[in-house]
């Protein structure tokens, strides 16, 4: 639903653009990027203020995806979940990060049952991630460090630090090998009722379907074909049609059907 | 030019005069709040209000409609509070959304008109379709408000 230009995109394209303003703040590009919000890893950027956002590869189509993948992230992470996003990814940055975030397919009640394992490892290596930041800022071992709600504590003196305190320095831990994940047990998210992220968009009207996504100078096409099956196109006034407001152009499609262009899908179609 | 009012504001569109109001809020407004299902007045899902009444925008020349106050679900409220959409949020009832607009447009229109409607009344005046099957959840969310 949100293809606009997400912050990384953004970054990256204003330092090509703006190349000598950036270069002015002397700041190596990975800095920058982690000054403006820290990516522990691809499903999981932690900002100054606690909020977890988490991404989402799959569409919400009401079956819950939305809330119910990032459930998987937060569980793990021990994330408060009253501080997670969950945001689609970019299908632009997909393609450019070499598809970082795997199958985006949404198809056949897969999303959850096939989404699992590799969200709940996303959570758990970036928690340890910050456990290790934390450690590291207070010069312990990461075994006395418990992440809990979206706080490191240092179990033996009580200090704490809440994520979006370590999540800068978080981002440039190693990614632990192998991570171990809860048993079902202690889970404290997954499993428990939650309402669904989506729905308070959802009754303003907000949300962006297809229909509704408008590039720069689109135009629309609607298609006529024959109501018989196998019919063939014998002949259509293109010069009648391409009087009509709004219309750009009227193509034949192979020998079946025919598409008129227009500026709005109502042109279009009216033709 | 046509003079349209629309959610309280005054819009000026170039527009050919039988055009159905719901493309000239969609492709002239960019308020692609209010959906194209069918375009011949079954679904519902293009249902905005006329001077308070529930109306299908697809089959409603913009000419008829430059005296009237037209609402869309931009304008049932600027943040969500209206008590159809609070209800809405409660009972969680869109799955998909896309024709959720319009059936809270529908319903909205029906609680001013009968303020304790039965499911008859739900029945007789909420024809819009969804595909996901959110009946029952309009049923209760309708009545949690009749309630209030």
């Not at chain 1, 639903?1 to 303003?21: D, I, W």
Request: net charge neutral; hydrophobic share 45%.
């Amino acid at each position: 639903m949100n293809f606009a230009l997400n912050r990384r995109l953004f970054l990256q394209a204003s330092t090509v653009a703006g190349g000598g303003f950036m270069l002015g703040f002397a700041l190596p590009g990975n800095e920058a990027e982690a000054a403006a919000a820290p990516e522990v890893n691809a499903w999981i950027v932690i900002q100054p203020d606690d909020t977890v956002i988490v991404r989402v590869a799959h569409s919400e189509m009401g079956q819950g995806a939305f809330t119910a993948l990032p459930m998987m992230v937060a569980e793990e992470l021990n994330a408060d979940w009253a501080k997670v996003k969950p945001e689609f990814i970019n299908p632009t940055e997909h393609v450019q990060r070499n598809r970082v975030w795997g199958g985006t397919a949404t198809v056949g009640s897969r999303a959850v049952r096939t989404s699992h394992e590799y969200l709940r490892k996303a959570g758990a290596s970036a928690r340890e991630m910050l456990i290790a930041a934390a450690a590291q800022q207070w010069k312990v071992p990461a075994s006395e460090v418990r992440a809990e709600k979206s706080v490191l504590t240092h179990t033996p003196t009580g200090r704490t630090l809440s994520y979006g305190k370590v999540a800068s320095a978080a981002s440039r831990m190693p990614a632990p090998k192998d991570v171990a994940l809860k048993p079902h047990t202690e889970w404290t998210i997954l499993g428990t009722p939650k309402s669904r992220v989506e729905i308070p968009d959802k009754v303003m009207g907000k949300p962006v379907f297809a229909i509704d996504v408008r590039l720069p100078d689109m135009l629309f096409a609607a298609i006529e074909h024959s109501p018989a099956f196998g019919g063939k196109l014998k002949s259509f006034d293109e010069k009648a049609v391409a009087k009509m407001p709004g219309v750009r152009a009227v193509v034949a499609l192979a020998d079946s059907a025919v598409a008129v262009v227009a500026d709005s899908y109502f042109e279009a179609s009216r033709a | 030019m046509i003079t349209l009012t629309i959610n309280e504001q005054k819009h000026e569109v170039e527009v050919d005069p039988s055009t159905p109001l719901l493309w000239v809020l969609r492709d002239k407004l960019a308020m692609t709040g209010t959906k194209f299902g069918c375009g011949i007045a079954q679904c519902g899902a293009c249902t905005v209000h006329i001077n308070g009444m529930a109306a299908r925008a697809c089959v409603t020349p913009v000419s008829m409609v430059t005296d009237a106050k037209i609402t869309t679900i931009e304008g049932l409220s600027t943040d969500g509070s209206h008590p159809v959409q609070a209800a809405w949020v409660a009972h969680e009832v869109p799955q998909c959304g896309y024709c959720q607009p319009g059936m809270m447009m529908a319903a909205a229109a029906l609680l001013t008109q009968k303020p304790n409607p039965t499911d008859a009344d739900i029945d007789a005046a909420i024809t819009n379709i969804c595909r996901c099957g959110t009946y029952p959840r309009v049923r209760a969310a309708i009545h949690s408000i009749a309630k209030t």
